[in-house]
């Protein structure tokens, strides 16, 4: 899997913003980690740590060993915390939900 170095790191930019934004559990972090380590492909080793991380959501940095940074347009950020929002979780953002859900509507690419 491609995008989880320091160099490239535009999946697991994506998984910290999911994970921040509460668009996804900490079980379900731990369950994507395990499942991109057990694939056979070459991985960070910061995915095994991720797989038993369980401490509060901003110490997911330390996890990682470093901060991954990607930039989000203003209607990406909004449909993750769509995501959020069609998922009954609690956001912590004052995201509107109406504005959220239609962001994920118009941004589709942002659901995988």
């Known amino acids: 899997m491609t995008g989880l ?23 379900e972090l731990q369950t994507w980690a395990a499942d991109v380590a057990g694939s056979g492909a070459a991985h960070p080793d910061y995915l095994l740590d991720l797989t038993t991380f369980d401490a509060p959501r901003f110490h997911v940095y330390e996890a990682l060993g470093f901060s991954p940074s990607r930039t989000f347009s203003a209607e990406e950020n909004d449909a993750i915390y769509g995501i959020a929002y069609l998922r009954d979780r609690e956001v912590y953002e004052s995201v509107d939900k109406a504005r959220a859900l239609q962001a994920l509507h118009q941004n589709p690419s942002v659901r995988t």
């Open 5 to 27: 170095t320091r160099e490239n790191p535009t999946t697991i930019a994506y998984v910290v913003k999911c994970y921040l934004s509460n668009a996804i559990s900490t079980l």
